[in-house]
């Protein structure tokens, strides 16, 4: 018990961050069928909005607020300009999309400088459980950003823009045919997504060092959260997130950390290889 | 019925998909060199049926005989490797081919003479070197039609040949057919009446996934059962 | 509609097109003769320099020999290329065997090592039925990991700063230390490699691989084992990046995880599509073109070049989807009936 309830608690952390990411690549993926590989550049962007806010003088819950709001609006505008375009071509997103996460990492750097940044979060020390001490600041991060996934799932629920979300993703041509403006639906579905990433990159930036290189590391998880979890359901980005993030936390504590990500991604392949769409696909 | 093993042996076959059956407990038997013609309305599950037989959808229960091997449960390319050809309802060839290069893939050995002779069966000799996907519709019928027979199969499933194909080129296309009696067992789905009655084999009809009439064609075209499912529809 | 199957074939008719000289073999010959005549021409800087370009040129052969052939694109393929190389130098470097014998055994271990992951993997997601951009993707997060491994275990590998000290390529009784050696064995293995390729995949074999693109499964009913011939393709691919990489490796002198890295393994996607993918020849070209373009930028800045590339990338979609080549072609056939059009 005495390593169980940590060990538990660093899963949930990282389960939730991988939540975040992989929610809004996967409403992407099950929608437009793309594969967007600037996703991870989201992350970034929202952890290096707090780096600017502390940097002028501002406090953490600005930037908590602020991130999303430009991860949202970044989002969007890439969608509109670039990712409609050729949203047909799977292919061509991916090699339009790694090309701008390039420029993207190139210019961060460029502006930020090449030094990893340091950020402050709230809620420093720890809280006792028992004999256990554990960050209260991951604590924090695990209950928001469940907050965050609980009030997500109960929008797309219950929302206007939710209901034509769900519907186009079953079929779209059944969804046009009923009135849903399908550049509309896509483009708001790609801004969330962002938003959701950049809100995963402002609550990870106090844990570690804030480079522009850091989106990479999550990208690939997250896509192995939506290829083994299944794309474009709520459960199967659940069901992948618990998965990947479990395993690698559990992982870590027996082997060094890149062979318990080499693990987790061998594990990944042979789930694949059985169930190609996922666990719970749409 | 002969006492030689039947070619093709379909026993209790069904295949459901999820709370519909599309094909219900069908047993039949094909002959060596034996020429079949599968009729019946829309979503009567000919298609299904064929699919079953080539490996491209596993049966729901039953099982399917060739020759002595059980077919039911290998994968298509096996089968297509036991001697089992097939063609599509949509013409599928390899439109960024020749017609020519089509053959070459298809053929089941590198025997140029194979491949000639194919060409001119299907009246392709002009067209070799264009690629496939500019060919007219009948030309890629014919194509396929061609590609299927380059593989030597010992059963060929046509699934409705004559889509798409004029009244002359349709009654070449029954001519060919019964050339191929005694050396290929032929199973063909077909909706053009005039080209099942110029073929005049025995006929299977279904409907609804079960075999309603089995016999002669002119036997078939008498039959009440048959007439009122059709004509009820036509 | 006129004879029957088994009438005999005695027409006289011509047998199917014997294989011509393609005009991407004869461009093939014309380089490899250009290129043998470099050393002549050229000090041992230059040839130094074009020794490890030609290794990268077979390398996006490789590359080539899969993505160009089956159409999937394989965006990790830096792995392979770094497998090789550091196949090589932990071999030579790290364990102690005769060094008459070691680079040897370095790129038999390289080739192997390359071929066995592109094996697994390859195994696993193909026999899954798992194409397209799912296959690219696989292949993106097998590049990450591959390096992280590369620089985390540095017992093994001398994690971010590499292994220094890998030896000149050698065989029993001929060394290939010489910058002109060292060079013509480069170019002996691209040429052999090119020549192959050409010759198999101008035949039956290109077909096959064509027709499982345009439709696999088709194929299938044909009775091809389509999925046993991708991985084929595949490791191919993979053991020919491998054996680029082994052999930089000792024209080098050090392995450094930059050579398992993303970024290269995005490059060499540059190289072919500026090449023509598909055309075999085109991305060793489009190797040496490219390589000279980003020696120029990378010396200007260091985030040139990534902008550079990740610019390209979005050119090549927006304008020029079909690689270089195409794109002019078509432009000069539009110029050339813009002028002799009507008025």
Redesign the interface.
Known sequence: MQLALPMLLNALTLISILLMVAMGLAIIFGLMNIINLAHGEFVTIGAFTLVAVQAAGGDFWLGLILAPIVGYLFGLVLERVLISRIAQNPLHVILVTWGLSLIIQQALQLLFGPEPQRVTGPFPGSVTFGHIQYPAYRLFLIAFALATFALVIVALRRSRFGLDLRASIQSAEIASVMGVDPGKTNARAFALGAALAALAGVLLAPLTAVTAFMGVNYLARSFFVVLVGGAGTIGGVAAGSTIIGGLETFLTYQIPPTVAQAAVLGLAIVILRFRPRGILPA | MSTALPMLKLSNVSRSFGAFKAVCDVSEEFAPGEIITIIGPNGAGKSTLLNMI?G?LPVSSGTITYGHRRLSGL???RI??LGI??K?QVP??????TV???L???A?S?D??????TI??V?L?GDR?VRAADLPHGKKQWLEIG?A?S?QPKVLLLDEPTAGLSVEETR??A??LK??EG?VTVIVIEHDMAFVRDLAARTIVLHHGRVIASGNYTDIEDNELVRDVYLGRR | MTHALEQAGASGKAAPTARRLRPASIVAIVLVVLLALMPFVAEDYTVSNYRDVLLLALFALGLDLFWGKTGILSFGHATFFGLGAYGMAITTVRFGIDPAWAPLAGLALGVVLAAAVAFVVGFFILYGGVRGAYFTIVTLALAMIANQIAVGWSKVTGGDSGLIGVPPFSVPGISFAEPVAGFYLALGLLSVCLFMSLWILNGRTGLVLAAIRDDEIKARTLGYRTQFILLATFCTSAAMAGLAGAIYATGTGFVAPDLIALLLSTEVIVWVAVGGSGTLVGPVIGTILVWQLQERISSISYAAWPIAIGTFFILLVLVFPDGIPAYLVRLARRLRAGKGGKS
């Open positions: 080539c491209t994968s298509g390319d297509a490797r050809a097939r599509f599928s060839v390899f439109g960024s081919l020519l290069e089509n070459m893939v298809s089941v590198r140029s003479d194979l491949i000639e002779r001119d069966l009246d000799y070197h590609m027979l593989m070449a296309t001519r060919f050339d191929l050396k």
